[in-house]
């Protein structure tokens, strides 16, 4: 199965930018679509954003759509997740996810396997 680790999360003031990266290993990337989610203090998980296993097919929740981008190099084994314009409401802890069904899905459930989370906090 695939191991992933997000890094790339901190403390930025609000306007600022910010770059997550996702690295997989144990098994190749490539047979993945990949998901960022977030999670916030006392509210549920909420889909960020997804990409196919060849990039091709992209797709993000309302609440970034325009400020995030997601991309993928599976030559590295990794997934990125590109924010600007961030919000105060963007504060969480980031999740990456694999998918081994390829489906680029929205919803948790969709995702077999997890990393740990990075904690992102947008200063207002």
């Known amino acids: 199965q695939v191991q992933l680790v997000e890094s790339g999360g901190g403390l930025v003031q609000a306007g600022g930018s910010l770059r997550l990266s996702c690295a997989a290993s144990?098994?190749?990337?490539?047979?993945?679509?990949m998901g960022w989610f977030r999670q916030a203090p006392g509210k549920e998980r909420e889909f960020v954003a997804a990409?196919?296993?060849?990039?091709?097919?992209?797709t993000y929740g309302d609440s970034v759509k325009g400020r995030f981008t997601i991309s993928r190099d599976n030559a590295k084994n990794t997934v990125y997740l590109q924010m600007n314009s961030l919000k105060s409401e963007d504060t969480a802890v980031y999740y990456c996810?694999?998918?081994?069904?390829?489906?680029?899905?929205?919803?948790?459930?969709?995702?077999?396997?997890w990393g740990q989370g990075t904690q992102v906090t947008v200063s207002s």
């Open positions: 996810a694999a998918d081994p069904l390829l489906r680029v899905g929205i919803r948790s459930d969709d995702y077999d396997y």
């Open positions: 990409i196919s296993w060849n990039s091709i097919t992209t």
């Open positions: 144990g098994r190749p990337l490539i047979r993945y679509a």
